[in-house]
């Protein structure tokens, strides 16, 4: 019974392709969000969406581009890959915005 | 906008021993601290948290101290056991389901 899931677990491609990371909750939650970790373990957030709206934005490159078909899903569709691309991706989901924040498994993205 | 800093970058405790975490951040109107613990592979899985109108929080072996007037929290594990071995790292946000910023993490290795 997993609460927020990602798929997929490990990608490796190519610099210059397309690709897609979907994330999945079941916990009922109205907002989910995009993280990225570098190889030095910092995490920062990158995107989060509320009832479907994009209500965060940092200064990620608009090669990215999450979609949220509903509330119970969010995908992070990346163009042009480039090698510093290379992280772990994290989707987490929240009941609103003042409740806690529960994180997937993460997806390992490798650009070569 | 927010900056929390984390230390040590790693700790390396002695089974049974007591592990302690600080961070300090920098947005006076952060009011939301979470601490999330990352094993080997995993996503951060939260562990404790405190808000702003809290000083301390215990669950059992672990406990948060919060001071507010000098922006710092601190992590405390008592009774360390092999099993707590992980990545922690600090964050704080304005709410707990708005944009966490992290501190840069902590290697925690307990030694049997």
């Known amino acids: 019974d997993t609460a927020v899931s990602q798929t997929p677990k490990y990608l490796v491609t190519q610099m210059g392709n397309d690709k897609s990371i979907k994330c999945e909750q079941n916990l009922g939650h109205d907002t989910m969000y995009w993280y990225k970790q570098d190889s030095k373990k910092f995490l920062k957030i990158m995107f989060s969406?509320?009832?479907?709206?994009?209500?965060i934005n940092e200064t990620v490159p608009n090669r990215f581009s999450p979609k949220s078909p509903d509330k119970a899903h969010l995908n992070l569709h990346i163009n042009s890959l480039e090698l510093g691309d290379s992280a772990v991706y994290f989707c987490a989901s929240s009941q609103g915005v003042e409740e806690t924040q529960y994180f997937g498994p993460g997806t390992r993205l490798l650009v070569l | 906008g927010e900056n929390v800093e984390q230390h040590p970058s790693t700790l390396s405790v002695q089974e049974g021993d007591s592990a302690v975490i600080k961070c300090t951040y920098s947005d006076s109107a952060s009011n939301y601290f979470p601490w999330y613990k990352q094993e080997l592979g995993k996503g951060p899985q939260l562990i404790i948290d405190i808000r702003s109108n809290v000083g301390e929080k215990k669950d059992q072996r672990i406990a948060v101290t919060l001071n507010k007037t000098a922006k710092h929290f601190s992590l405390h594990i008592t009774e360390t056991q092999p099993e707590d071995s992980a990545v922690y790292f600090c964050a704080a946000s304005r709410a707990a389901g708005n944009k966490l910023t992290f501190g840069g993490g902590t290697r925690v290795l307990v030694k049997p």
């Open positions: 969406y509320n009832n479907k709206e994009l209500i």
